[in-house]
């Protein structure tokens, strides 16, 4: 299976496509040492999000890592943030500007498309299904992109990221009714710091899927990793501080169903 995928009974879907760990021997046979480290994984949101199975919600998680294809990326490979820098759909090197394969062994336009056909399209396509499932039961369903990223990253951000960094593709993606429910659940705590449409405004899944006039509504939350695990080699998952931070998303969540159910 290229994914794992529970189908659940409210109107809400979670993807989580920078889990993935696996990378497929024959491309692992062409990648540098650094690569086969994954450092730039969503490390842990499944076991940080373990209270979505109590809520009955549906989630969509990746089983590739984002270095064999980035899943958040368009097929056409277009930049999300133009004039800033980037990973692309297949990645060449790390957030640390590490190159990711051997000498001569980056992968070709062949190659790209394959992996398309091969890894990117079939997590697309039951993200697609689930959402219009969800749709014809409920009439709305809310898509929430979980992310996570070191919390300080030279080539994209200056200094220190913002805790919580929520992305609705300047509100493009998402009616702003719900994102005062789920946002404001988090302005009024005062243990982290948070941004809306900052550096990160939504990637691909985000921008796409998220129709609002479809009653689709889809918001990113990109959060720093010091929250809930160490972000250093072998980034260990940290349950005391996950369990500090999982109430406010257990709730950010709960009030983002109850929204879209009025």
């Not at 990645?91 to 091969?118: I, N, S």
């Not at 919580?164 to 994102?179: E, I, K």
């Not at 899927?209 to 720093?224: K, N, T």
């Amino acid at each position: 299976m290229d994914y794992q995928f529970h189908a659940g009974g409210i109107p809400l879907l979670v993807s989580m496509p920078h889990v993935g760990l696996d990378i497929p021997g024959d491309i692992a046979a062409r990648m540098t040492p650094q690569a086969l480290q994954k450092a730039d994984t969503d490390w842990h949101l499944r076991e940080l999000h373990g209270f979505l199975q109590g809520m009955d919600a549906s989630v969509l998680s990746a089983r590739w890592s984002r270095y064999v294809i980035d899943l958040n990326r368009p097929r056409e490979d277009t930049n999300l943030y133009p004039g800033q820098d980037t990973t692309g759909l297949l990645p060449m090197d790390t957030f640390h500007r590490e190159p990711l394969y051997l000498p001569g062994q980056e992968p070709d336009a062949q190659d790209r498309q394959r992996r398309v056909e091969r890894y990117w399209a079939p997590y697309h396509l039951q993200l697609q299904q689930e959402l219009e499932r969800l749709l014809r039961v409920h009439g709305a369903v809310v898509l929430w992109e979980a992310h996570s990223i070191a919390s300080r990253v030279p080539r994209f951000f200056d200094g220190k990221l913002p805790d919580l960094n929520f992305g609705t593709a300047d509100g493009a993606s998402c009616d702003a009714g719900l994102v005062d429910a789920v946002v404001g659940l988090a302005r009024v705590q005062e243990q982290w710091s948070m941004a809306l449409n900052g550096r990160f405004k939504g990637g691909h899944i985000t921008r796409h899927y998220g129709q609002p006039a479809r009653r689709v509504h889809a918001i990113q939350l990109e959060m720093c990793q010091c929250l809930y695990m160490n972000e250093a080699a072998p980034f260990a998952y940290r349950p005391d501080l996950a369990a500090q931070v999982q109430p406010l998303l257990q709730n950010m969540m709960e009030a983002a169903v109850a929204w879209v159910r009025r």
